[in-house]
């Protein structure tokens, strides 16, 4: 059944940590000999017979994050007739059975176990299957297996899909911790993830290297919770602030991002090792709301003077950073005068772009049966204020770098589109400004993952934004 031309197709929705695995998974399949293909699938593609097994990574954070999985695993059914379609991920962790009796096509396997997926291609790949149906009854079979010898609440094998090269990326993003001690009581992925556990901090800094001789110019630090990394070095404990600290000390160049900090965890010790320069000045910060009372009832670990405190040190290391956090709108009883605190403290802190999103019971979570709940018509509200807060500072924070010259990362040629004479190519900036650069079409283009210079020139209108730029600005040079 499988040949060159099998075909592994790879969907990934959610988190920067399901892009790293998806990464490392297409990586093991490649290594055996397989074709992997990584571009989102949608109703406009053709039906592709080649394509043998499909990926799903899937999200749980939102009811919403689980219904766009399950349209995308009918359309994988659709576009893709001889393949067997395996959903993995945080929602395949909790909704098992609901995903299975989707279609005999469908084989699930919870993202606590997805570390041993690493094992399915040298598996299949000189097994005989005369129908997707009997490689899904295979794959079943084999998960089966796995539930059966797993330790409940414990990740299995989870540092295994950390991948060497990176397929889809040219910011490759390396996962450091997996897993969340917290209770807080809206989080459902605490319980799909499991417990906390760390990468050794040994591996850590060796795989950073590599990326750093490998030539790639930043690597995103990535975690499901960053203030519970624990490793041991030399013997003594070490903490995320420590793991930074030795990872500068013992790269040369490359640049490090940071994807997600806990305000709690941002203090004068981790201020002092972020103001290095290969720190990249862009942070997010997993707020949530910005009422001391809202933050009890979810069982959020600091107050929001935790917050007010760690906008406070990051501006003090980095000048003006780009600041970004999460909310929850409408969480269970939360008032007008608390959302009012939540923007007023959006607004002292300086924050340029908010993820914001209305509260979604999740099964399983103590929220799920709190009240009151805050009306849809009332959180929409809400949601259409922080819209226009970040419409408002976003465009603010690209002005106040116009005319300043900035380093920034080539992205790859998928982001660059051809208009009749010009070239355009997508950059990500040190502080995170998505750039739009123009290029004559017979210029020399910087090659994807190259370290450019760019000089921002002004915020894009809504009529011209395209894919993920913000910001026109213009090339520089190339630095390396």
């Excluded at 397989?34 to 571009?39: G, L, Q």
């Excluded at 790949?125 to 998960?143: C, I, R, Y």
């Excluded at 720190?279 to 997993?286: E, L, P």
């Amino acid at each position: 059944m499988f040949g060159s031309n099998s075909k592994i197709h790879f969907e990934t929705l959610g988190c920067k940590l399901n892009q790293v695995e998806s990464e490392g998974l297409a990586a093991c399949f490649v290594n055996a000999g397989f074709t992997a293909d990584m571009t989102p699938v949608t109703a406009a593609c053709s039906v592709d017979n080649d394509v043998v097994l499909c990926f799903i990574n899937t999200c749980t954070v939102t009811a919403k994050a689980e219904q766009k999985a399950r349209r995308i695993i009918r359309l994988l059914l659709a576009k893709y007739p001889q393949s067997a379609v395996v959903v993995t991920g945080c929602y395949a962790q909790l909704g098992r059975k609901e995903i299975l009796a989707m279609d005999e096509r469908v084989c699930v396997l919870g993202g606590q176990y997805k570390g041993r997926l690493s094992e399915i291609p040298e598996r299949i790949k000189n097994e005989e299957f005369d129908s997707p149906q009997k490689l899904s009854a295979f794959l079943n079979g084999t998960f089966d297996s796995i539930y059966k010898n797993a330790a409940p609440g414990k990740i299995d094998s989870p540092f295994r899909l950390l991948p060497d090269n990176f397929i889809h990326h040219t910011r490759p993003s390396l996962k450091i911790q997996d897993g969340c001690n917290c209770v807080c009581t809206y989080c459902a992925i605490r319980l799909a993830r499991g417990k906390s556990v760390s990468l050794d901090a040994e591996e850590v800094i060796q795989r950073v290297r590599q990326l750093e001789n490998n030539g790639h110019k930043e690597v995103v630090i990535t975690t499901v919770n960053i203030g519970q990394y624990r490793s041991k070095w030399q013997d003594k404990t070490v903490d995320f602030t420590d793991l930074l600290e030795l990872i500068l000390q013992n790269t040369n160049s490359i640049h490090i991002r940071i994807s997600s900090l806990y305000p709690e965890i941002v203090d004068e010790r981790l201020a002092k090792v972020i103001a290095d320069e290969r720190v990249q000045s862009h942070f997010h910060i997993s707020v949530q709301s910005g009422s001391d009372d809202v933050l009890l009832k979810m069982k959020r670990p600091y107050k929001i003077e935790a917050v007010y405190r760690a906008c406070r040190l990051l501006k003090q290391a980095k000048g003006n950073p780009f600041l970004a956090c999460d909310i929850i709108v409408g969480f269970p009883g939360e008032s007008d005068s608390d959302f009012e605190l939540t923007l007023s403290m959006l607004k002292e802190c300086g924050f340029t772009f908010v993820h914001a999103f209305p509260f979604s019971a999740r099964p399983g979570t103590e929220a799920y049966k709190m009240r009151p709940m805050v009306p849809n018509s009332i959180a929409k509200v809400r949601m259409e204020a922080l819209e226009k807060f970040n419409e408002e500072s976003k465009k603010a924070y690209i002005e106040s770098y116009q005319g300043q010259v900035l380093n920034a990362i080539a992205e790859t040629v998928h982001n660059a589109r051809v208009f009749k004479d010009r070239v355009v190519v997508h950059a990500v900036t040190e502080n995170f400004l998505h750039c739009k650069l123009d290029f004559p079409k017979d210029a020399q283009i910087p090659q994807p993952g190259s370290l450019i210079q760019v000089r921002i020139r002004r915020p894009l209108s809504r009529e011209e934004v395209s894919g993920e730029s913000d910001t026109l600005a213009e090339f520089v040079s190339v630095l390396s």
